[in-house]
């Protein structure tokens, strides 16, 4: 008999776009469908899988959730990501579908190319690339770069081939979509989301399915079940460094460049007990805005309460809430992984955020 392939659904997106928030909804209303999550992040502090593990949905219990924290799961396919699947598939009670969380930083093509290694292609589909897209950060302009600037940095340095890393790895992103979920529109009017939208269709060239989220409440009817099979159309969703490599190829030139989040720094910082929370997130936000950290998340231990404060910041934007008690035996301890571009101060960083605490 045919064995039926398991349904694999990647979930991209940039830092902070909602990745997280969509698996935690959709777990939930998944159908009693058994569900496998691989949750790949940049930073060594695991803070996903922490999160998800807390939220104690039947249908993906702890030994459903599998973290791969070497590295961005792009980089790290033949070491990481296809043993992981191969240990899933050998499984006795099989999920009956696989989500993937990426890294924010990281390239979905060369996942969904791993879909076409022998013995994954035998027994997994990928049910559909999900691009999730912070719509308040597009409508701020963060992922449009400076063209001026750009090119006038091209020029006094001719070996810089590349756009803002971050414009690059958006397109790359949604280039790779068989749905993109327009989520945070909330903080948004419709004015607002009809320019996002606009934005993200000039970006690419298919058309993939769009639609608008808040708090990214997407039905997990709409996100599971694409049966899409991306890994049967990677041709047509290369990445700039692809497309670069083979123009290169082509030309004879050599080719230097390798995609290894250079670009991009994360450091995990542990400090003592935060009595006063919020005022440490009032100071955070003057030194988010001023070392222009891109991602910070991690556990506050406020002394006297029994439960874990969860941080989340997206550039200045921050979320403050307890999930869960500190267990029997856990050190408690305030915890934060900070991720922001290479060309980082990464003393005065550390001095600043361990000064707001
Ligand atoms: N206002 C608003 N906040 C949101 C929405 N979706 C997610 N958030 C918040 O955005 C922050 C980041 O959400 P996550 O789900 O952790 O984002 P992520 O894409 O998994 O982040 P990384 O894995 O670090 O790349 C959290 O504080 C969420 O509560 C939304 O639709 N609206």
Redesign the pocket.
């Known amino acids: 008999m045919l064995q039926q392939k398991i349904p694999a659904t990647v979930i991209t997106?940039?830092?902070?776009?909602?990745?997280?928030?969509?698996?935690?909804n959709m777990l939930t209303n998944a159908g009693g469908k058994k569900i496998a999550l691989i949750i790949n992040?940049?930073g060594d502090l695991g803070?996903?899988g922490d999160?998800l593990k807390g939220c104690g949905a039947e249908n993906c219990t702890e030994d459903d959730i599998i973290e791969l924290t070497n590295g961005c799961i792009c980089c790290t396919v033949a070491d990481d990501f296809i043993p992981t699947m191969q240990k899933l598939l050998e499984r006795d009670v099989k999920p009956d579908h696989i989500v993937i969380?990426t890294?924010?930083l990281a390239l979905p093509q060369p996942l969904v190319a791993a879909f076409n290694w022998p013995d994954i292609r035998t027994r997994v589909t990928v049910d559909g690339v999900v691009t999730?897209v912070?719509s308040?950060a597009v409508a701020a302009g963060r992922f449009a770069d400076d063209h001026d600037k750009v090119d006038a940095l091209r020029e006094a340095d001719g070996s810089l081939d590349h756009e803002s890393p971050i414009e690059e790895l958006f397109e790359d992103q949604l280039t790779c979509a068989d749905l993109i979920v327009l989520?945070?529109?909330?903080?948004l009017d419709e004015a607002g989301i009809a320019a996002v939208r606009a934005e993200v269709a000039e970006r690419i060239h298919r058309k993939p399915t769009l639609i608008e989220?808040?708090?990214?409440?997407v039905s997990a009817l709409v996100l599971l079940g694409l049966g899409a099979s991306t890994e049967d159309d990677i041709d047509n969703r290369k990445s700039h460094h692809e497309l670069e490599h083979e123009a290169l190829h082509e030309s004879g030139e050599a080719h230097e460049h390798h995609h290894d989040h250079d670009e991009f720094e994360s450091f995990v910082m542990k400090l003592g007990p935060i009595a006063d929370p919020a005022g440490f997130v009032d100071r955070l936000k003057g030194v988010i805005g001023t070392h222009d950290i891109l991602?910070l998340?991690g556990f506050i231990d406020v002394p006297g309460k029994p439960m874990r404060l969860v941080i989340?910041?997206?550039g200045s934007?921050?979320?403050t809430y307890f999930d869960r008690p500190w267990a029997a035996g856990e050190t408690r301890e305030t915890r934060l992984v900070v991720?922001g571009l290479h060309e980082w101060d990464f003393g005065a960083v550390v001095e600043a955020v361990e000064k707001a605490a």
Do not use: C, P, W, Y
């Not at 989520?183 to 903080?187: E, F, G, I, R």
């Not at 989220?213 to 409440?217: P, V």
């Open positions: 997106g940039f830092l902070g776009a909602g990745k997280t928030t969509i698996i935690r992040e940049f803070v996903d999160v969380e890294s924010g999730v912070d308040a989520n945070k529109t909330d903080l989220a808040k708090n990214g409440d991602r998340k989340q910041a997206v934007r921050i979320d991720i």
